[in-house]
């Protein structure tokens, strides 16, 4: 995935634009009040961006929490509602807990690695112009790797006609 521009980026862009673009070609009071609650729903989303997995991690390791301890206070309770609690308190109650790191941790660490890759792919290319055919097999595994992550960015990024410009 990208991380420069990152989703926050993009959405910031589709703020400034609605500001820059659309805004002044209103004429309607009604229509510029529903593109400002647009902003400010998209501002909701830039907000929501970095903290959304942490957050789902978080909760779901207290949910779990939740239904193991749930499952312990009912007891010996008897009854079909009981049985179910118990139940859920072994099934749900028995996931194991996320673990996700805050969003700048693992996007400062993806863009390592990615330019790493650019920097072996330069290595690679002086290798193999050099003749070294194991870095040929290098670059065919790197390629084994970087097919599926363009088809992801891919199918994960496309502009529709008309919106990869401006103009």
């Not at 863009?111 to 920097?119: A, C, H, K």
């Given at each position: 995935?990208?991380?420069?521009?990152?989703?926050?980026?993009?959405?910031?862009?589709?703020?400034?634009?609605?500001?820059?673009?659309?805004?002044?070609?209103?004429?309607?009071e009604k229509a510029q009040v529903v593109v400002v609650m647009m902003q400010g729903?998209?501002?909701?989303?830039i907000q929501r961006i970095p903290v959304e997995q942490q957050i789902m991690a978080a909760?779901?390791?207290q949910m779990t929490a939740a239904f193991r301890d749930m499952a312990g206070v009912i007891g010996s309770a008897t009854g079909p509602?009981?049985?179910?609690?118990?139940?859920?308190?072994?099934?749900?109650?028995?996931?194991p807990d996320l673990q996700v790191a805050p969003y700048e941790e693992n996007a400062g660490g993806y863009?390592?690695?990615?330019?790493?890759?650019?920097?072996t792919l330069d290595d690679l290319d002086a290798l193999i112009r050099g003749g070294n055919k194991n870095a040929e097999a290098a670059l065919i595994r790197m390629r084994e790797y970087l097919g599926p992550r363009v088809a992801t960015e891919f199918v994960t990024n496309v502009a529709g006609v008309g919106m990869a410009g401006r103009g």
């Open positions: 995935m990208l991380t420069k521009p990152s989703a926050s980026d993009l959405v910031e862009a589709v703020i400034v634009s609605l500001s820059n673009d659309v805004l002044p070609n209103l004429t309607s729903i998209l501002q909701t989303v909760e779901q390791s509602e009981a049985d179910r609690i118990r139940q859920r308190g072994r099934d749900l109650g028995s996931r863009r390592t690695l990615s330019q790493g890759l650019v920097d």
